[in-house]
């Protein structure tokens, strides 16, 4: 028998398991009937014990990152857990959580609190994250990589304990503790290159289609403290925060990839590449914060932090035939371009001010005002050091280790860099809102912010000329709304917004061609009308909502090209046009029966310069127009069958179909996918105290852009049983 049988044999054992039970919940209905009536019993605690899986065929990993669960697997455990007491005459101790195995969720909490005094509570929590190791596809002629690593996940977890003083007159102090981890390996979008596309000249052959991974390895350690204390018609909480952060990361990816003999000559092309990064991280934050009540109309708030994070880092990138291989092994297949750079070495610091203020006034009882101000500086300083490794061509004698035609790694080229950022940042905000005509809202919002900064960077490889530049930022949005209330059973809903977002820089020195000025621009417009129209009794209630949003972004971007000073006209850099129409309908046609349903459509087109633009002595463009629709539908029922019996079932569809294929002198995009997900839960109270529940799902979706390898289809079993005293 295979494991998938033996998964299969295992889902239909519970789900009978759980179907004999929900028949032997009505044997005692007459018991139950005939019983002499009692108080009812207020239980306080619980447990819910559940067991589950899932049944894929397909790409396993994609349905596990989509629906994060695990799949071909069962996993089962404690679905949720509350027990409490009585410690004493009036502490309270109390256990929350829940543990599921082979699906690595667990969650606790214990805690102990005394009226009057306070409370100390601890708790651990991991989950886990799926991520889908698939990488690129090339239609051309169907080119896809498998992955190295087809299922990845990441564990994420925090260990705490925290203490709560909350006795009479005393300010209210809390102190935590957090460990908190995350570690495992995940796919990346830098995605390796390959030349076996099988096009030929004029046409590029090489694509990035090629899978890699990231290792991830962080530890992060948090100690906290706070304390509030009312004086007088004043809050007052001072707080402060350390952090200490060890990260290792590392980036592994291929070149040339599937380029080995006999295909190509040996030794072929095909190399490994590992990119380490690691960072030891400290931060330290403190702030204060007061909320003064002037009158019960009149409220004043204001704020201070400071924030300061230090890093010491280090790295390396390295070349060979295999991952994580160590510096000077042989790489016979290095190519031209396999630059290296080994013993990376730098700090950074990192330190912030922030100040705020905000003002609550209501002069009328129709009329509220809510005006802010934020200041901020930042300060940024880094440097680095490392040694930069690049290829040379090889020399007699030859050997297989040393082809001829090959490369090998020269003498080490000391390398440096450094970057230094100041900014002083503004922002303001006005809230205005006005109910003074009967049955109408109106609001008028203004936000506005500006920076102005300074960047002083240089390195001493591939760049000759120290960038010096001055910043300036203006961001501006307006917000104008209003709800109009006819009816009690019909209201509409309007608002319009614009937003502008100006950045320009001040170039002093520079090398190579530089973005100097952009604007956005976006306009959006929504409306929504919500209605409850009076139906019949034997027609139960309906609500509906329909909405239509409009968005139209413009951005205007110009470029000027160092040292030679030389500036490019501003043009229209893109234009994004986006309809969004959706529908919601609630329909209770009977006590005991409802309808949900959700429909929206999404037509967003985006329209680039550079779509008119032909690469010689290519014959298309390898930046197109660009459209991103698609359309949703979400709908559930319930219904309650009888007085111990509930049933509920929902249905979901996605579908786009974006996909452009330009493979010729691009690498296609745009998505083009249909995604069904059917549920069916029935719930049994099996006793006064007793209550089973049995799921079943199923899952169907196909991806073109990805060639059909994300494509799956699964179908899942989960049962729980929840048991109170």
Known sequence: MTNASRRFLVLVCAGSLAAAAVRGGTSDQKTVATATEEEPQEYKNWIELAIGGAITSGDRAQFEQEHRLPGDQVYGGIQDLHVEGTVGKDALFSIDGHALWDFNDYDITVQLAKPNLGYIKAGYTEFRSWYDGNAGFFPHNDVFFDPPYPEMHVDRGDAWIELGLRAPNW??????????????????????????????????????????????????????????????????????????????????????????????????????????????????SGHGITETRITDNFWFTAGYSYTTITNDLSGSRIFGMHWDEAFGEPVPTLGSRDHAFIDLAGTARIRENVFNANLFWMPFESLAILTGFRYTHENNDSDSTFLEEEPVPNTAPFTPLN??????????????????SDYNRFAERLELRYTGIKDWLFYFEGEWEEEFGNVDEFQNVDEEIPLDKD??????????????????????????????????????????????????????????????????????????VTRYDFVHTSIDSQWGIFPQDDLLAELQSGEIKKHVISESLNWNPLPRFFLQANFSYVLNQTDTPANNIDLDPLTSPTVVNFRNDYWTVTSGIGYIIDDKTDFYADYYFYCANDYFKNAAVAVPYGMGATEHAVSATVTRKLSKNMRLLLKYGYFNYRDVTSGGHNNYQAHSLFSSLQIRF
Not at 405 to 416: L, N, Q, R, V
Not at 519 to 531: A, G, K, P, S, Y
């Open 471 to 544: 910043t300036n930022a203006l961001g501006q949005k307006y917000t104008v709304g209003a709800t109009w209330y006819p009816t009690m059973r019909l209201n509409f809903a309007g608002q319009y917004f614009h937003r502008i977002a100006s950045y320009d820089e001040d170039i002093l020195s520079a090398q190579y061609p530089r973005l100097i000025n952009q604007d956005w621009n976006v306009d959006d417009f929504n409306i929504r009308m919500t209605f409850r129209p009076k139906l019949p009794a034997c027609m139960g209630t309906l609500a509906l």
């Open 171 to 284: 300010p209210e102090i809390t102190i935590r503790y957090d460990h908190e981890f995350r570690f495992g390996q995940k796919d990346s979008t830098v995605w390796g290159d390959t030349n076996l596309t099988g096009l030929q000249p004029p046409f590029n052959s090489t694509r990035k289609i090629v899978p890699s991974f990231r290792n991830i390895d962080e530890k992060r350690d948090i100690f906290s403290f706070e304390a509030s204390k009312t004086i007088g018609n004043t809050d007052v909480l001072l707080g402060m925060r350390y952090e200490h952060n060890t990260n290792d990361y590392s980036l592994n990816m291929e070149r040339g990839a599937g380029q080995l003999p006999p295909a190509v000559p040996p030794p072929g092309q095909q190399r490994k590449v590992t990119q380490q990064q690691n960072d030891d991280v400290d931060l330290f």
């Open 403 to 420: 082809p001829a035609g090959g490369f090998h790694f020269g003498p080490p080229i000391p390398a440096e860099g450094a970057r230094n």
